[in-house]
């Protein structure tokens, strides 16, 4: 004799394992299809990012903005930068943390290394070696930068930026540089 026979009580062909086991296996077929597109498209096409910090002032704001990057056209051909290019990459400094940068030198290139003459000479200059680039904010007394670092390999770099917008949709921009390498 059953102790509690009320709560194990269902209609005939409501409730069976089967069915629930196959629907919960569909269920997360479905999850993880969907996680593994997600991440494929975020590592391997592009994605949206947040701005943070005045480096990029004014053509980024400090703080709200959001960039869509290219990341196909790096992968695809990642020797296709140009000079005023809006990049993301790997800061040399704290390998976690993505930034945003502008590409000032290209490979062979002669730059004046601190032109403000904050953490160098203003006349000391320096070839941009084979296989790196220069990279620097717009607001260059809030930037950290080639100027700190020095000049930045090509395998650091993520992604082009594309396009800017806030977050609320109303202002928006392309970078007139963003699809030459595509």
């Known amino acids: 004799m059953q102790r509690f026979p009320y709560l194990f009580r269902f209609p005939k062909g409501t409730f069976s394992i089967r069915k629930t086991a196959t629907t919960s296996a569909r269920l997360l077929f479905a999850v993880a299809n969907v996680f593994c597109v997600t991440h494929l498209l975020f590592d391997y096409v592009g994605r949206p990012a947040m701005t943070d910090g005045p480096s990029m002032l004014p053509t980024l704001a400090a703080r709200g903005d959001c960039i869509i990057e290219d990341r196909l056209s790096v992968r695809r051909d ?98 007139k540089t963003a699809f030459k390498g595509l």
């Open 78 to 175: 990642p020797v296709t930068f140009s000079r005023g290019e809006i990049v993301t990459l790997k800061s040399p400094l704290d390998p976690l943390r993505i930034v945003c940068k502008r590409i000032i030198g290209l490979p062979g290139d002669i730059i004046c290394v601190d032109p403000t003459g904050q953490y160098a000479h203003s006349s000391e200059h320096i070839v941009v070696p084979r296989g790196h680039v220069w990279v620097a904010g717009d607001n260059l007394p809030y930037s950290r930068d080639s100027r700190m670092y020095g000049p930045v390999p090509m395998g650091l770099i993520q992604g082009r930026a594309v396009l800017k917008f806030s977050p609320d949709l109303l202002n928006y921009a392309t970078f």
